[in-house]
């Protein structure tokens, strides 16, 4: 049975940093494009970021690159979200996916197909 499971979520101050996880049990990762998308309170599902499975090539969404990065650990079966200089606004709970697209970018968001229960981070002073 396929199943994701985020983790690392929290409370943090702006400025501050999280780094979430997501571990992948009854399929393996390193076949797979993954992908970050959030939902805040009141507002619409927003991809994030997501890597390719054949050359670790990346893709973000404008407000978070820089801040954000993406990574993942394929013998460990889990994709990272590493999140620096975290603002009000990333508050929301962060899942993630696979897709029935291999072409990260934008448009990957569209076709995803599986995902987890979430994690909640909460960027407040």
């Known amino acids: 049975q396929v199943q994701l499971v985020e983790s690392g979520g929290g409370l943090v101050q702006p400025g501050g940093s999280l780094r979430l996880s997501c571990v992948a049990s009854?399929?393996?990762?390193?076949?797979?494009?993954i992908g970050w998308f959030r939902q805040a309170p009141g507002k619409e599902r927003e991809g994030v970021s997501c890597?390719?499975?054949?050359?670790?090539?990346?893709y973000y969404i404008d407000s978070v690159k820089g801040r954000f990065t993406i990574s993942r650990d394929n013998a460990k079966n889990t994709v990272y979200l590493q999140m620096n200089s975290l603002k009000s606004e990333d508050t929301a709970v962060y899942y993630c996916?696979?897709?029935?697209?291999?072409?990260?970018?934008?448009?990957?968001?569209?076709?995803?197909?599986?995902w987890g229960k979430g994690t909640l981070v909460t960027v407040s002073s």
């Open positions: 996916a696979t897709a029935r697209s291999g072409m990260i970018g934008a448009s990957w968001f569209d076709y995803m197909d599986d």
């Open positions: 890597i390719s499975s054949s050359d670790d090539s990346t």
């Open positions: 009854g399929f393996s990762l390193k076949y797979y494009v």
